[in-house]
């Protein structure tokens, strides 16, 4: 059964930083590129992040770029986001989901994710 499951979410100070983590199981993850995304209150959920299938490549959004990093450790099955310098616009629920193309090809879309986590809230607020 695929599964992959976000962990890490909570509240954070501005400025402050959080890391997310997406455990997952029941596929092979070094044959995907990965994906994180995010959903704001009231707006639509928004591509943040990729990371390629061996780990070689990364690629962000303008909004996170130079404070988030993405990693992964496919013998431990796990895809990390580091965010840094949090800002309250960062305030959201944070899925990881499975890219159905190469993250260096990606145009940060949700269409090209076939799989999702259940999401964790991130909160940055003083």
């Known amino acids: 059964?695929?599964?992959l499951v976000e962990s890490g979410g909570g509240l954070v100070q501005p400025g402050g930083s959080l890391r997310l983590s997406c455990l997952t199981s029941g596929f092979t993850l070094d044959s995907f590129a990965m994906g994180w995304f995010r959903q704001a209150p009231g707006a639509e959920r928004e591509g943040v992040a990729c990371i390629s299938a061996r780990g070689r490549f990364?690629?962000?959004d303008n909004s996170v770029k130079g404070?988030?990093?993405i990693s992964r450790d496919?013998?431990?099955n796990i895809v990390?986001?580091?965010m840094s310098s949090l800002k309250p616009e960062d305030t959201?629920?944070?899925y990881c989901a499975r890219l159905t193309r190469?993250?260096?090809t990606?145009?940060?879309s949700t269409l090209s994710a076939d799989y999702w986590g259940q999401g964790t809230q991130v909160i940055v607020s003083s």
């Open 80 to 82: 990390d986001l580091q």
């Open 58 to 60: 990364t690629n962000f």
């Open 106 to 108: 990606w145009d940060f």
């Open 1 to 3: 059964q695929l599964q």
């Open 74 to 76: 496919n013998d431990r």
């Open 92 to 94: 959201a629920v944070y």
């Open 67 to 69: 404070r988030f990093t």
């Open 102 to 104: 190469a993250c260096k």
